[in-house]
């Protein structure tokens, strides 16, 4: 098998026989993990999930549990401590000009893996809300960035505060509105203590990226430099992923609904970001809404609909002179029917767990193995004299 070749390690569970949209996962621990989705009658779901190391199958943990009664779309979660999870949703009920943005902990039972709310959620934007996106700043804090109400449908972003004795949620700051235009399929993540890089698709469904400063005394969200436009098509379900202090890796559907990847550099001195080399298209089918995971300091697993919406997955590489980035091997196709809403997350070094909206709009989730070859043996200089 090629260096980087994905395979499947056992086989897909079929954990939702009826509907399951917009997965976002999270590792809770070595073979435990945790999926929100739009399940049936669009209510939101969330369901722990067990993975057998010498085997490889997943099993669920414990039955599912609907956290969202009325309505529930587009989850973005993050660990707050080994067993509870922060999630940001479109939710219910409907009321002009749009759904609720919430946010609530949910708590893992990890002797029965059954999931439950951990306190009353919060609603923090009663007028509407879509396409969360957030990540963690630090051990109570989070940032979430959302698209807003009333056309053009301008975009915020805030940050929020775990209260880790009585797991409420609170507003850190007010928000901050950095779009005046929607901003859908989005993707974020941590720079460093205070600053967080964003991309996502905004004014004339074009691609933005931009890095934004958070002050941790206030929680004051600022942005620190001028967005840059790096794609003047489209720029739809982004999946980014940091590589080292000042380089990140996106993906995303752009031009035709082709799939492309590129490696962006942040200047930590004044915080503007620009491409670091030129973008591969790496798929010129299809690749819908994106989902990417290091598998070491220089190569990138991702998941995504292609052709005829099924489901493909493969490993990139980045050239961390050039900062170019070329496809390993040939891609799988792991789903010949349908494979959309992709969400992954790691095991280990070479097996990775990916949920995804299958045949049927059921929920399927499976194990996925990277041949990472094996470290280059080194000349120690030691030899013995006689």
């Not at 039972?109 to 923090?124: G, H, I, K």
């Not at 205070?194 to 074009?206: R, Y």
Request: glycine letters at 6%; aromatic letters at 16%.
């Amino acid at each position: 098998m090629a260096n980087y070749a994905v395979t499947t390690a056992g086989t897909a569970l079929e954990f939702d026989t009826q509907y399951a949209a917009r997965n976002n996962c999270f590792t809770i621990d070595e073979n435990h993990f945790i999926n929100f989705y739009t399940g049936v009658t669009t209510h939101g779901f969330a369901q722990a999930f067990a993975v057998d190391t010498s085997t490889w199958a997943i099993t669920t943990a414990n039955s599912k549990f609907e956290f969202d009664t009325q309505f529930n779309q587009q989850n973005s979660c993050w660990q707050v401590d080994t067993n509870h999870f922060i999630n940001f949703w479109q939710g219910g009920p409907f009321a002009l000009p749009g759904y609720s943005g919430l946010a609530q902990i949910l708590e893992v039972d990890t002797s029965t893996w059954a999931v439950t709310t951990a306190a009353t959620r919060l609603e923090f934007d009663t007028e509407s809300n879509a396409y969360n996106y957030c990540c963690k700043i630090d051990t109570n804090h989070f940032i979430n960035f959302w698209a807003g109400s009333a056309s053009p449908f301008p975009s915020f972003t805030q940050v929020f505060e775990v209260d880790t004795s009585t797991w409420a949620v609170t507003t850190a700051n007010s928000s901050l509105e950095f779009e005046s235009n929607n901003v859908e399929g989005g993707t974020c993540s941590l720079v460093d203590a205070n600053h967080v890089i964003s991309f996502w698709n905004g004014a004339d469904n074009d691609g933005f990226t931009q890095i934004f400063e958070i002050n941790t005394t206030t929680w004051a969200v600022t942005t620190a430099a001028a967005s840059l436009e790096f794609d003047t098509v489209l720029a739809s379900g982004n999946s980014c992923f940091q590589i080292d202090d000042n380089h990140v890796i996106n993906f995303w559907m752009g031009d035709g609904g082709d799939g492309f990847t590129q490696v962006f550099t942040i200047n930590t001195s004044n915080w503007t970001v620009t491409t670091a080399a030129t973008r591969l298209e790496f798929d010129t089918q299809n690749s819908l809404r994106n989902s990417c995971y290091q598998v070491d300091s220089n190569h990138f697993i991702s998941f995504w609909a292609g052709l005829d919406n099924d489901g493909y997955t493969q490993v990139f590489e980045v050239d961390t002179s050039t900062w170019a980035v070329t496809t390993t091997s040939s891609w799988l196709e792991f789903d010949t029917q349908y494979g959309v809403d992709n969400s992954c997350s790691t095991i280990d070094t070479s097996h990775y767990i990916n949920f995804w909206k299958g045949v049927d709009n059921d929920g399927f989730a499976q194990i996925f193995t990277v041949d990472v070859p094996a470290p280059a043996a080194t000349d120690t200089g030691f030899f013995l004299m006689f």
